[in-house]
């Protein structure tokens, strides 16, 4: 037995406990959040290797800054443990019920997943996070965290486990993998006979990654191509106001947004005041050929790879296009099925949109930068599903379990 | 582009207009099964083709009964898709919606899942049923069969093309590989590109097979490695009469039960009575020494592997626990999780067994045979998950469902 099929062992063991611990698990969870409070200081010195290793090793700024825990950024993860507990429980949920004609009570009612692995990259608070939601719901966890950060996440799981262990859990409640080799991942990604989902969290590269060789079942999370069509009948400042904040305001993330497409009706107006906006934070635009009649040489010509690709940056691609027809085609042939937003003041164009466009989330007439756990009140997320199995959006604790019919019956035999 | 890679395209197209399609969809299904009616003697000439040929394979008289269509078969193969014609239309359902705090109207709808695919063994009449529920759900399905039934099939799903066309529905909704090789399979597993979902239905080589190669998200079904635990408290008269129907009414299918635990203060008494019903159908007991200290030599030893042994036959393992501990560990370490029974009087028992053992379906009193999309009320049934990801137990419609949410702003953005 390899190291990590061990941890796969104690951590279905620990699942069996968790499943029916109850209200024990908020008190590990605020458990937690006082000694991640308590142990400030070993996390500050554990992360300071991870810095400087970082710098070392020649990150970017921005990277380091992702890695980078001080004693506000520990604050904040308690305080999500923590708010993680006032979540309610859904485990014991009754999802549906009723008694059958031959007299049997049938009902389906919510349990754990089981055995959770999370695949992650730099940002250390993820292992805090997906720690707790797991936990709330019932689960063991497994976590492989990057390399980056391996410092930092030895020691809040550490401190975690230690926790969890004093509220009367099991310890292997949650689990880290230490060994942060590209044979640990793939091991865990075959760990079938004992992991029940495995959510990778991270760039497009580390999903597509874990979905091609991954044997256990795997949620596809976070990659976003999101768009926002201007259509005929937009009101134009407000669709230069949702580009503007689905763009600008955290280019990073992945509801923001990548590619505008254009009503040809309304274009000659939009586009300029559109491009009024975006250049208050000097947005480069690639644009179509029509696209580039109306705004002119410095908007540069878009390729089809311009449309297929999630910029992260400053970066917009453009299209008018002659319908919404073409709009939601364009969208079904780019999309990574994440957000996408119509601006319109016609009800037929917004019902048309909505019933059209495949993706997780579809808006009428707001930025696509509320997708979120948070802002849709889910209070906290474990990542945002981009697939249509099981969970497709935001992800909170309710989609970190499973069902099961329970049956009473008094001696019921099938004819 | 490849045949299979061609046929996932016009899936995904097929797909579009069948996500918005409405009552259309109960139209094509009730022309299906006049279709399916006005062409018995096709689909019988069809038929004989296949079984002249397993014939000659020297196929068994049982392989060759599950693969024969006659007359009756294709009449309650078309009342089978009526039916499901008449079971509500999930798409569209709203699943939970609010209003946040900044006036956005946020809902959570269900949708269908897209593209699914099925591969499937010997039986025919899957062809129309899985096809049916596809289409009911709003989702286009590409079918892979066996090559056994490859000639009935083909009549089928032409009949059934030129039906859902009729109505006005895209021809492509529902597709047939015609290619039995194991190629077409393969290919069919790696279709990420346009395949939302593959359902196996099938024996357990062939479940292995898909889960361990597919890309694409897999819904695990149908291997029940099923036990009946004999508590302490017991009727023994309801356990013998349940663990009689469990194992005897259809031994080859899933939710029949392969080993049964009795708890040690009652082995004396309920063993004999419990075997004096198997002994009606000649069932063979492989038990543990204490079971064959109880019941004698005409016993012969259980092995490990008779515990993980999903017989599909009228064997029957058994061994005699210490406590209903030891009957769910017993459980947890050898079941498939699908349907696990405990008969019992005492309340904390049943509810102990209830909520400790993971499967899918957990009876208090009641014969496994039970789980069944039918008998649960589901109308009919795709298939039964055995897998905690997005659907688990027996899946109707609402299992070929995803969801998607859908938010009606005026302008929103984010800060």
Known sequence: MTVIENMGKKAKDASRVLATAGAIKNKALNAVADALIDNTDKIVKANDIDLENGKAAGLTPSLLDRLKLGSDRIKSMAEGVRKVALINDPVGTVVSGYTTDNGMEITKVKVPLGVIGIIYEARPNVTADAAALCLKAGNAVILRGGKEAINSNKAIAEIMRTAVESAGLPIDSIQLIEDTSRQSSVELMNLSDYLDVLIPRGGAGLIRAVVEQAKVPVIETGVGNCHVYVDESADIQMAADIIYNAKTSRPSVCNAIETILVHKN?????????????????????????????????????????????????????????????????????????????????????????????????????????????????????????????????????????????IKGSGQVRN
Chains 1, 2 share one sequence.
């Not at 400053?314 to 364009?330: N, P």
């Not at 579809?362 to 509320?370: D, E, K, Q």
């Not at 009140?377 to 499973?402: C, D, F, Y």
């Open 266 to 406: 309304i274009a000659e107006k939009a586009l300029p005041a559109i491009k009024k906006e975006l250049d208050k934070k000097n947005v480069e635009i690639r644009g179509c050929d029509r696209t580039r009649e109306i705004l002119g040489d410095s908007v540069t010509p878009a390729t089809d790879d311009d449309y297929e690709t999630e910029f992260l940056d400053y970066i917009l691609a453009c299209k008018v296009v002659d319908s919404i027809d073409g709009a939601i085609a364009h969208i079904a042939k780019y999309s990574s099925g994440h957000s996408e937003c119509i601006v319109t003041k016609d009800y037929n164009s917004a019902n048309k949109f909505t019933s059209s466009v495949d993706s997780a989330a579809v808006y009428v007439n707001a930025s696509t930068r509320f997708t979120d756990g948070g802002e849709f009140g889910l209070g906290a997320e474990i990542g945002i599903s981009t697939q249509k199995l099981h969970a497709r959006g935001p992800m909170g604790v309710n989609e970190l379990t499973s069902t099961k019919f329970i």
